[in-house]
């Protein structure tokens, strides 16, 4: 966390929805969704990277 008085702009890193889960995570400088733990259908972590790591965010058909 920044100070309240540091001038330097925070860095917004750009967001995009896992093909595989569907939660929302940073996407990396390629475009592609970054590192994250898979999620179980009743919304759990699994404890173990998600197979959709390093593929293209997904986009609904017409967005």
Not at 11 to 27: A, D, K, Q, S
Request: glycine share 14%; net charge positive.
């Amino acid at each position: 966390m920044k100070a309240p008085n540091d001038p330097r702009p925070v860095r917004v890193l750009p967001r995009g929805e896992c093909p595989v889960c569907n939660m929302t995570y940073h996407l990396t400088s390629s475009g592609k969704v970054g590192r994250h733990n898979g999620i179980t259908l009743s919304g759990f972590s699994t404890g173990q990277r998600c197979p959709g790591i390093g593929r293209a965010p997904y986009v609904a058909p017409g967005a």
